[in-house]
């Protein structure tokens, strides 16, 4: 039972974390403004991870790769932790932990994708005026557009986020069968 308990709160720390690293490079990806308050504070809790890999790797292609490997490096983390709870060795996982720590962190993003989706369809019926759905809006438009100009128009009712939704679903059954079930993950 506090083997459950252990992997339970590794599970939730280490995937809220991985998830704002992956929000992080989101946000850079959709050129949020760095004075917003939601990408002020994701920057706050990452850059003591982020900055130091920064100075490293730098910024290639317009891609973030200190938030990239930041992530995947968190996944790495979790995995060994998740094996010193089991009374396994962590190094026992290598080489296919580099994978799975990379399905781990395809796992986040497309969760990620998810919940962003459902909050701002949330917030768009409770309040659609709400502070938080300018940034919710411009996050989820390079994944919302292409599937609207895809469906048909339907008035004032919007189904894109309904097929995103969906197909954020499938992608997870997808990656559930490539390699994760190995770690239960």
Known sequence: MVGDIARFLLNVVFTLYGAVLLLRLWLQFVRMPPYNPVSRTVFQVTDWVVIPLRRVLGGRGGVDWASLVAAWLTALIYLAAIMLVAGGNPLSML??????????????????????TLLMVILSWV????????????????????IRRVLPSLGSLDLSPLVLFLLTQIALMVLSRIGLPIFGL
């Open 127 to 146: 309040n659609p005026g709400a502070p938080a759905m300018p940034v919710l809006h411009a996050l989820t438009a390079p994944l919302l557009d292409p």
């Open 95 to 116: 080489p296919e932990g580099l994978w799975i720590a990379l399905m781990l962190m395809l796992k986040w993003s497309i969760n990620l994708v998810m919940w962003v």
